[in-house]
Each structure stands twice: as C-alpha cells, then as structure tokens.
C-alpha cells in the first residue's frame, strides 16, 4: 500500500512540473483579406429527398435527387418554389437513371453536361424551353467514373 502510494505522489508531482505548452492558432489567407460569408438554407431536411449533386448555372440551380422519382430538377434562383424542368427516373426517352454533372459550367457553353451509365446528356434552355438532349458516345467509357470534358478531350476516372 505505502508502494502504490508512493508511486501516485511522483506521477502527480512529474506531471505538475511540465510546463504548460501554449499552442498558437494561425489563420492563413492568400490575399490577407478575409470575408464572412452567409448561408441560407432552400430546402428543409426531410425523408423525401436526398440531394446528391447541385449545379448553379445562370439564374438556375439543378439539383440531383437519389431518393425521390424525379432525379433531376431545375430551379429559377429567384423562385425555388415550382421547378421550371424535371426528369424523372427511368430507362425511356428523356429519363435518367444515376446521373451525374459532369463539366463546370460556362457562359460560353451554355449548357449543363449530365452524365448517366456512360450516356452524354446536354441540358439547355432553348426559347424558354428547357431541353434534355443526348449526345454520340466519344468512345466507350463504360465502368468510368468523374469525368471532365473539353472541346476535344474526354478525362475520365477508370
């Protein structure tokens, strides 16, 4: 017992004399300026809906759905009530199975690349009318993944 006691009062005494270590918090910024951005929420959480991917684009935010029947929606930013284009879930002409936005979005393009099971789908708006066009296969990129295409060039994930 006098042992064990004695073994308690050193370690209490060992770790009393450390000296406290002060750790230094640093913030680092490319441009040493710094700005606080504000967030707001468009949609409450509920078991309806599982947004997996979000495109801005323009005056419009495209969402993608993995739980609900309509897989893609398109939203006007200024009117997040009423969606002005949606694709539904499915294997027909203009529905979509597991899609996935593909390239960023330009004002020079024009237009929202969707990749769904390695089939190329352009979404534009055309007169006010929103328009899911498929395109030719590149080349097969079957059991690909993430891609990134340009121009000429077609990046892909194997």
């Excluded at 027909?92 to 990749?115: A, I």
Aim: aromatic share 14%; net charge neutral; glycine share 4%.
């Amino acid at each position: 017992m006098r042992t064990l006691m004695s073994i308690l009062l050193l370690g209490v005494w060992l770790t009393s004399c450390q000296q406290e270590k002060q750790i230094e918090r640093q913030v680092l910024s490319l441009d040493k300026t710094a700005t606080i951005l504000q967030g707001k929420s468009l949609f409450k959480a509920d078991s309806n809906h599982y947004f997996y991917d979000i495109k801005s684009a323009w005056n419009y935010l495209a969402f993608l759905d993995d739980s609900c029947q309509t897989v893609l929606s398109v939203y006007a930013k200024d009117n997040i009530q009423q969606p002005v284009f949606t694709a539904l879930r499915g294997r027909k002409k203009g529905e979509l199975q597991k899609p996935h936005f593909r390239q960023e979005v330009t004002e020079e393009n024009g237009f929202l690349l969707v990749n769904d099971n390695s089939r190329y789908m352009k979404l534009y708006a055309e007169n006010g009318d929103w328009i899911l066009q498929q395109e030719e296969d590149w080349f097969n990129v079957k059991n690909s993944f993430y891609f990134n295409r340009t121009e000429k060039e077609l990046y892909a994930v194997p």
